[in-house]
């Protein structure tokens, strides 16, 4: 039976970082098939690990000073002098 062409899922983009993580997952997956990967490979997925973790925290933390400054300007008070 022939899938209505309004119910199909629209394909979405191709990314080739999205399919290469996949496929790091899939290798590196605890299990019989991750028993041929050699450690060098091991350890650079490792790293690569970190260094994507890094990469996050450098974000998260500009963020955070940004919504810190952002609050800083929020609460100047002005006296306004009434005569």
């Given at each position: 039976m022939a899938e209505k062409e309004t119910t199909?899922?629209?394909p979405e983009e191709f990314?080739?970082?999205d399919w290469l993580v996949e496929g790091i997952e899939g290798i590196t997956a605890k299990g019989?098939?991750?028993a041929f990967l050699p450690q060098e490979f091991r350890s650079h997925v490792k790293?690569?690990?970190?260094?994507?973790?890094?990469?996050l925290r450098s974000l998260l933390d500009k963020?955070?000073?940004w919504f810190e400054e952002?609050?800083?300007?929020?609460?100047?008070?002005?006296?306004?002098?009434v005569e």
């Open positions: 199909r899922k629209k990314s080739f970082t019989k098939s991750a790293a690569a690990n970190r260094e994507a973790l890094l990469a963020a955070i000073e952002e609050e800083k300007t929020e609460k100047k008070v002005t006296k306004i002098k």
